[in-house]
T-cell receptor
Framework: NAGVTQTPKFQVLKTGQSMTLQCAQD?????MSWYRQDPGMGLRLIHY???????DQGEVPNGYNVSRSTTEDFPLRLLSAAPSQTSVYFC???????????????????FGAGTRLSVL | DQQVKQNSPSLSVQEGRISILNCDYT??????FLWYKKYPAEGPTFLIS?????DKNEDGRFTVFLNKSAKHLSLHIVPSQPGDSAVYFC??????????????????FGQGTILTVHP
């Protein structure tokens, strides 16, 4: 049972380079999201998607691009890497709730193991 | 503006004693609260949650308390074990309803508290 899989685990980029962080889940979750973790800042939401073809911005979207062409995959693109994007990136997924379900029932976000990115 | 705050960056506790981790929030629209635990080089894992309609939820050694009037929640771990040493994040969500009757919850996280349990 893979859950949420992120690749690569580590990456070093030079300023100005572009790259894509991959995220895949095998739980048929509708909701997927990207966070970055920085010291003293906790986890901050970058972008999220409520289903294939639907994405929206989170708290810190600048410099990142996303698309959701399938339910399973939610890649995060860095268009022109900057040192400020040095961070640990986490992808997460969860089910939607139907109208009669309560959050306590099952709307828990499951996280991948993270990608540690350094931009020099 | 940080809507969810964990004001203690770290907490050190002796094995067998109680660990109390605290979290404050400012957004009164939050209606669901969660605690996640994170070990080094791993992603956060869900620990326990509470709905805003409750003031306590218990799961084994872990209990979460919610004080809505104070906009404060806490996680109690009793008894604490060395394996509990990790970073603990509190998170809050305000549920968004979509056309078609489904909902999803964007999570807002606190900064995290590093818990160290000494043998």
């Amino acid at each position: 049972n893979a859950g949420v899989t992120q690749t690569p685990k580590f990456q070093v980029l030079k300023t100005g380079q572009s790259m894509t962080l991959q995220c895949a889940q095998d739980m048929n979750h509708e909701y997927m999201s990207w966070y970055r973790q920085d010291p003293g800042m906790g986890l901050r939401l970058i972008h999220y998607s409520v289903g294939a073809g639907i994405t929206d911005q989170g708290e810190v979207p600048n410099g990142y691009n996303v698309s959701r062409s399938t339910t399973e995959d939610f890649p995060l693109r860095l268009l022109s890497a900057a040192p400020s994007q040095t961070s640990v990136y986490f992808c997460a997924s969860s089910h939607h709730l139907s109208g009669t379900e309560t959050p306590l029932a099952k709307n828990i976000q499951y996280f991948g193991a993270g990608t540690r990115l350094s931009v020099l | 503006d940080q809507q969810v705050k964990q004001n203690s960056p770290s907490l050190s506790v002796q094995e067998g004693r109680i660990s109390i981790l605290n979290c404050d929030y400012t957004n009164s629209m939050f209606d669901y609260f969660l605690w996640y635990k994170k070990y080094p080089a791993e992603g956060p894992t869900f620990l326990i949650s509470i709905s805003s309609i409750k003031d306590k939820n218990e799961d084994g050694r872990f209990t979460v308390f919610l004080n809505k009037s104070a906009k404060h929640l806490s996680l109690h771990i009793v008894p604490s074990q060395p394996g509990d040493s990790a970073v603990y994040f509190c998170a809050a969500s305000a549920y968004q309803w979509r056309a078609g009757g489904t909902s999803y919850g964007k999570l807002t996280f606190g900064q995290g508290t590093i818990l160290t349990v000494h043998p």
